[in-house]
């Protein structure tokens, strides 16, 4: 259980991809409950993709822009992330959301809880961490009432009761 009083707070900046940040923000809200997570802020910066290209080069040593980066800001006394930030491509989740044929918010919505995954200490670097961070990224968004964005090729039922 989370002690009482504990909140949880999200700011978001928006260089691009201002219209979805409300829906956004509502999720992770919900998404925050799920997971039980200790997280107490989480800073959200959409970004271009020459921000992107910039951090993805700086912090990881790989050229060009990626989908989401995560920092851990501050972690409690067991080690827990309990502050961090989220920095996510809207044009690399504009092109992915094409690629699958869903909403743009959707999509960055999935890179938001794959961040917030990342911060909560799953990882992603083997082939079963990976299967099983995006499985949960997907069981995420099912309870979300979205149904699964990552893994499409499996049907599944959204809260509405409509096949994805």
């Known amino acids: 259980m989370r002690p009482s009083g504990h909140t949880f707070n999200i700011s978001i900046s928006a260089a691009t991809g201002r219209e979805i940040s409300p829906y956004v923000r509502r999720k992770l809200l919900l998404a925050h409950k799920l997971l039980k997570s200790p997280l107490r802020h989480l800073s959200l910066a959409l970004v271009g993709d020459t921000t992107m290209s910039r951090l993805h080069q700086e912090f990881m040593g790989i050229p060009g822009p990626t989908d989401v980066l995560s920092f851990p800001l501050e972690n409690d006394a067991r080690g827990r992330c309990v502050e961090g930030e989220l920095v ?15 909403p743009l918010a959707d999509e960055v919505l999935l890179y938001a809880l794959h961040g917030m995954l990342h911060l909560g200490g799953w990882d992603d670097r083997t ?4 299967r099983a961070m995006h499985a949960k990224e997907d069981q995420l968004l099912q309870k979300l009432g979205i149904g699964r964005v990552f893994d499409r090729t499996k049907p599944t039922k959204t809260a509405g009761g409509n096949k994805r």
């Open 88 to 102: 996510i491509c809207i044009p690399e989740a504009r092109r992915q959301s094409r690629l699958r044929g869903i």
């Open 127 to 130: 082939e079963a961490e990976y």
